[in-house]
């Protein structure tokens, strides 16, 4: 069956959070992007578009 609206919502929610608490320490640490890449089995792209979509910034806080 095809989810409510509002569950995909939720679940697109959830998943930005996981990656923001997964991201922050890694970027507070000094990691860099493309370890981070690796780490996580992704590309260096997207780490950067998650960075600018969760606001943020290199050193793992968020942008004000």
Aim: glycine content about 8%.
């Amino acid at each position: 069956s095809t989810p409510k609206p509002s569950s995909a919502a939720s679940d697109v929610y959830k998943r930005q959070e996981r990656i923001k608490r997964e991201l922050e320490p890694l970027l507070r640490a000094g990691i860099k992007r493309k370890d981070i890449a690796q780490m996580l089995g992704v590309t260096t792209r997207t780490v950067r578009r998650w960075i600018e979509k969760l606001g943020l910034n290199q050193k793992g806080g968020t942008h004000e």
